[in-house]
């Protein structure tokens, strides 16, 4: 085993490099520090939306959050390494989250994970060819009574089995909530990225009930 040289005078992130992030979403990162006394404590939602908009969040991500919010890349980095939801490299359009809790193990959660394996080609951690899929576990998803669970995206599977991983993972909806989704990570729409202007002779008040 060899360990691979770091030439410590080589900048990690590239100075000359354009920017990742665009007007829209340092804007909506502002925005998020309006929620709160300091700056810092928008921290993670703006690592969620930066990971909603580029897939993951690379290193130069890190240093123009940092410089947002005025705290150290250090400190982002320390924040991002913490939570298993965040990536630092590219990841498949869909994370497939198996669940390795007591229950799910005992009720067949590692049967699951072994199909997975095999269906995908992929091993833990891994991204299949096409991009379309990443397969990583955590320790619990809340769904005991539910046991074995399987997250893909933000939509949870209950009671899954290994006969069913074939057609689940064909489903092109397996990630899609039936339920209305909060859109406050989302990348902005265009529109949002520009302040439109009022047209001349507006006030902005807004308009005057009719009592009559």
Known sequence: MSWKVIDRNKPVVDPDAPPLLSDGVREKIRAYTARYEKKQAALLP???????????????AMVEVAELLD???????????????????PKGKKVLTVCRSLTCELLGGAAVLDTLKSHLGIEEHGTTEDGQ???VTEECLAGCDHAPCLLVN????????????EA????????????????????PA??????????????????QE???
């Open 154 to 165: 933000e939509k949870l599977h209950h009671r899954v089995k290994p006969e069913d991983i």
């Open 210 to 212: 009719d009592t009559n």
């Open 133 to 135: 899929y990443s397969l």
């Open 46 to 60: 703006a690592l969620h939306l930066v990971q909603n908009t580029i897939g993951h969040v690379p290193l130069a």
């Open 190 to 207: 265009p529109a949002e990225a520009s302040v439109q202007a009022q047209p001349s002779g507006d006030t902005g008040s807004p308009p």
């Open 71 to 89: 705290i150290q890349p250090s400190e982002v980095l320390d924040t991002l390494s913490f939570y298993t939801h965040f990536w630092t490299h």
């Open 168 to 187: 689940l993972l064909a489903a092109e909806q397996n990630d899609q909530l039936a339920m209305q989704r909060s859109d406050l990570f989302d990348p």
